[in-house]
């Protein structure tokens, strides 16, 4: 729009006028989103990562704790998310030289594991998952043992609860930088926790009576959580952005439930003389607002003369089922899961729309897994172990070279998809170890099962017989897909 100072300009000079107007157009913003005349102010524009969980985090962990203890599909989401993320364990195998000694350690180990003496290995993997998905961030104490423990392999683990981390600690401490309780050196790394000596939230006891915190080596503890921006050094909780939306449903939930609670009562609000009510005792009742008896069933009542009844009956209100189906839609999405796992309703999908957001899901499954899970959770555990079997002179040499096997995905359509595989192995588009470890299967362990199997079939004189039913039995399907 021109102001007086452009009309003075166009009327002595048009063509200057006209520079003045397309410059003023380059100023206008070419994102309708960036448009500040709408009144939105988003919260703390600029902060760090840091400075938004110092803020807010507390809180967000207390509310998402409420909801996953308060609300079942929340309860159920956070639970299913972590049994396709971890199912009964994500599995390392060894490709060194002593990978048979590593691997035999770690069986015996695994029941051994946890410090708290109540999971084994993957017990521990699933509680560290399903805490650091609920509260943001989990802790992990890597606790040495000595030979006389009597542990396989001279290590343990505790998994502690982020409210142990000391976050009030802040500033120039011990010659390190610290922000949030973890201290960082010059260049940026982490150098060590300051943790209390139990949680917060107990009961405190004589011997952490005064309920201060300690520093403790980065070497000791393992902090697990999603790193979503850079220079992030906590966690947010998984259910952050729908906290108030789930809310909101819950307390929507509840005032239907009060309502329908009162459409199913039949009510009468009486007026005139109703001096004369009393319930069967004989107890006087006044006026006020107040009750005056309840209505039996089934019966004929006489009620004083002059007195005035008004029956209340509300009316239904439609919609609910509707309005709920699409708020939990909303909150699977936030939350990163389905809507069917979250909430266990396939009423509304078909085969095809479940298969493909199952697809979905698995890709980004897959994301976390390989480059959350694995590299931050899993790997550092068993980084822990190889050097505790080292230190404890159990092998020769520590050996990182390790592979992990993830829980294997059930097939939406197990026949279709088996076949579709088997023809890419037949067009060359893939291979046999690829498909395998697909399914979660190590290819060396199922190639040498084979061959053990068939070995035992060859000794025992039935793998010819077997042979021959298979392929009977290949003919007859045959034979049937064709007459169909």
């Known amino acids: 729009?021109?102001?007086?100072?452009?009309?003075?300009?166009?009327?002595?000079?048009?063509?200057?006028?006209?520079?003045?107007?397309?410059?003023?157009?380059?100023?206008?913003?070419?994102?309708?989103?960036?448009?500040?005349?709408?009144?939105?102010?988003?919260?703390?524009?600029?902060?760090?990562?840091?400075?938004?969980?110092?803020?807010?985090?507390?809180?967000?962990?207390?509310?998402?704790?409420?909801?996953?203890?308060?609300?079942?599909?929340?309860?159920?989401g956070l639970s299913s998310h972590t049994a396709n993320i971890i199912g009964t364990g994500i599995i390392p195998k060894w490709l060194g030289s002593e990978a048979k000694a590593f691997a035999k350690l770690w069986m015996e180990w695994g029941t051994q594991a946890d410090a708290d003496g109540q999971l084994d290995i993957y017990g521990l993997q699933d509680l560290a998952h399903l805490t650091a998905a609920r509260d943001g961030e989990v802790l992990i104490r890597i606790r040495p043992r000595r030979k006389e423990d009597g542990i396989a392999v001279p290590v343990q683990f505790q998994v502690l609860e982020i409210d142990w981390l000391d976050d009030s600690r802040n500033g120039r401490i011990d010659g390190y930088d610290v922000v949030q309780g973890k201290a960082y050196d010059p260049l940026g790394r982490v150098m060590g926790y300051y943790l209390f000596e139990q949680h917060p939230g107990d009961m405190v006891l004589p011997r952490t009576r005064n309920g201060g915190s300690r520093f403790v080596p980065a070497t000791t503890v393992i902090h697990y959580f999603t790193k979503e921006r850079p220079g992030q050094g906590r966690g947010f909780p998984r259910i952050a952005p729908v906290i108030s939306r789930v809310r909101d449903l819950s307390l929507y939930?509840?005032?239907?439930?009060?309502?329908?609670?009162?459409?199913?009562?039949?009510?009468?609000?009486?007026?005139?003389?109703?001096?004369?009510l009393a319930d069967g005792q004989g107890t006087k009742v006044t006026e006020g607002g107040r009750m005056l008896g309840d209505l039996p069933s089934g019966a004929m009542m006489e009620v004083p003369t002059g007195t005035t009844l008004t029956v209340v009956e509300p009316k239904a209100v439609p919609g609910y089922v509707e309005y709920v189906r699409q708020a939990l839609h909303l909150i699977a999405a936030g939350a990163g899961w389905t809507y069917e796992m979250m909430t266990g309703d396939v009423s509304q999908v078909n085969f095809s729309s479940a298969r493909i957001r199952r697809l979905d899901y698995k890709r980004e499954a897959e994301r976390e897994q390989w480059l959350h899970?694995?590299?931050?959770?899993?790997?550092?555990?068993?980084?822990?172990?190889?050097?505790?079997?080292?230190?404890?002179?159990?092998?020769?040499?520590?050996?990182?070279?390790?592979?992990?096997?993830?829980?294997?995905?059930?097939?939406?359509?197990?026949?279709?998809?088996?076949?579709?595989?088997?023809?890419?192995?037949?067009?060359?588009?893939?291979?046999?170890?690829?498909?395998?470890?697909?399914?979660?299967?190590?290819?060396?362990?199922?190639?040498?099962?084979?061959?053990?199997?068939?070995?035992?079939?060859?000794?025992?004189?039935?793998?010819?017989?077997?042979?021959?039913?298979?392929?009977?039995?290949?003919?007859?399907?045959?034979?049937?897909?064709?007459?169909?």
């Not at 380059?26 to 989103?33: M, N, V």
């Not at 840091?50 to 967000?60: G, K, Q």
């Not at 939930?253 to 004369?276: C, F, T």
Request: aromatic share 6%; glycine share 6%; net charge positive.
């Open 253 to 276: 939930e509840d005032a239907e439930i009060n309502r329908k609670n009162q459409e199913s009562r039949l009510s009468v609000l009486a007026s005139g003389d109703v001096n004369a």
């Open 1 to 76: 729009m021109a102001n007086i100072i452009d009309k003075i300009v166009g009327y002595i000079s048009p063509s200057s006028g006209l520079r003045r107007h397309s410059a003023r157009q380059l100023l206008q913003r070419a994102y309708e989103g960036a448009n500040q005349s709408d009144g939105w102010r988003p919260r703390r524009s600029g902060a760090s990562a840091n400075a938004d969980h110092a803020a807010d985090a507390r809180t967000l962990r207390t509310r998402s704790r409420a909801l996953a203890q308060n609300v079942p599909y929340i309860a159920r």
């Open 373 to 484: 899970v694995i590299p931050c959770l899993i790997a550092p555990i068993v980084r822990a172990f190889v050097d505790a079997a080292e230190l404890g002179g159990l092998v020769k040499k520590a050996d990182y070279n390790v592979r992990y096997a993830t829980p294997k995905w059930e097939y939406t359509n197990p026949r279709d998809d088996v076949e579709s595989d088997l023809k890419e192995i037949a067009g060359g588009l893939s291979t046999f170890s690829e498909k395998l470890r697909q399914r979660g299967y190590d290819p060396e362990e199922v190639a040498q099962e084979m061959k053990e199997d068939i070995d035992r079939l060859k000794k025992a004189g039935v793998l010819d017989i077997l042979l021959m039913m298979m392929k009977v039995k290949g003919a007859s399907d045959a034979a049937d897909t064709k007459a169909t």
